[in-house]
């Protein structure tokens, strides 16, 4: 069954699969919609009466993985590669056993919408799935919420300028797949700038795989690193509050970070100070609901 109610993939795992490589799909987002009705036994035996989203039974370790495992080991049979992400909201922690059913990613939330409330909420819930990244394997947060969104209503995002800044920088610095969820032909110039920051979307897509984590809470700024392949690290001082962040910042210890330091603006794409961590502190100026994602670079 499908959200929808209409026919899916239940008793034809195998078929689709089959399907899906003679299409030339890449990649499978598999939900688990009204599997649960499944799970719960028919009402009687109609299929046709299975409610339209039922969650019960995901968090079940045999019940739950089984759909999952079911296709993940058809997909991989099959002559092609197709990326396979579980869509299961996060259930059962999937994170720890998604790697197991053969799937490189894996929802870690319920639908994310273009609230403010949403991004906050989701964002702040990540830390807990982020040792089990890896090359190959993504927490994925769901889709971004930028540009021209709305499912049968269709509208330009409504966080604001400085809340998508920080939505795209904190879903790259956690390494999650940058999904676009909006109208690809309605594209303001603003959109498109925001999603092909080539820098932004290295951090993200760097070869160590990790998922930059919160090291330290100051008031409602909360700072989140990322480890990166050549020794460098990147930072989102991620302003969760509703009044700006003014302050000089000089932890830098508790982030990992000493010595002497380019730091580079990725929004910007230019270096803005070259400073001894040990000695000397950086200037923040972080708006409401903003962010400051820059790239500590050491210079031995």
Not at 45 to 71: H, I, Q, R, Y
Request: hydrophobic share 35%.
């Amino acid at each position: 069954m499908d959200l929808c109610g209409c026919a899916g993939s239940y008793g034809y795992e195998k078929q689709d699969a089959e399907s899906y490589t003679k299409w030339g799909v890449d990649y499978l987002k598999y939900d688990w919609c009204s599997y649960g009705g499944v799970i719960d036994g028919l009402p009687d035996n109609d299929p046709n009466k299975v409610p339209s989203l039922a969650f019960e039974g995901g968090g079940d370790p045999d019940k739950g993985v089984k759909p999952f495992k079911l296709m993940g080991s058809l997909l991989k049979q099959q002559p092609r590669d197709i990326v396979y992400n579980l869509c299961q909201y996060g259930m059962g922690d999937v994170w720890k056993w998604g790697d197991e059913v053969n799937a490189q990613s894996w929802r870690t939330t319920n639908d994310i919408t273009d609230t403010w409330s949403s991004v906050k909420n989701i964002a702040l819930a990540q830390d807990k799935a982020a040792p089990f990244a890896k090359p190959g394997n993504r927490n994925d947060p769901d889709m971004l919420v930028v540009g021209v969104v709305g499912w049968g209503n269709p509208h330009q995002s409504r966080l604001k300028p400085d809340e998508q800044y920080l939505h795209m920088s904190l879903w790259s610095i956690f390494s999650a797949p940058l999904l676009i969820g909006c109208d690809l032909e309605k594209l303001d110039d603003f959109t498109l700038n925001l999603l092909t920051n080539d820098e932004v979307i290295a951090v993200n897509q760097d070869a160590l795989g990790k998922q930059g984590v919160c090291l330290q809470t100051i008031g409602e700024l909360r700072i989140y690193v990322k480890d990166l392949e050549d020794g460098s690290k990147a930072v989102a001082f991620a302003n969760f509050g509703r009044e700006k962040v003014t302050l000089p910042y000089k932890d830098f210890k508790k982030l990992g970070i000493s010595g002497v330091q380019t730091v580079r603006d990725l929004w910007r794409q230019k270096d803005i100070a070259e400073i001894n961590t040990d000695k000397k502190g950086l200037s923040l100026d972080i708006p409401a609901h903003g962010v400051a994602y820059y790239k500590f670079i050491s210079l031995k």
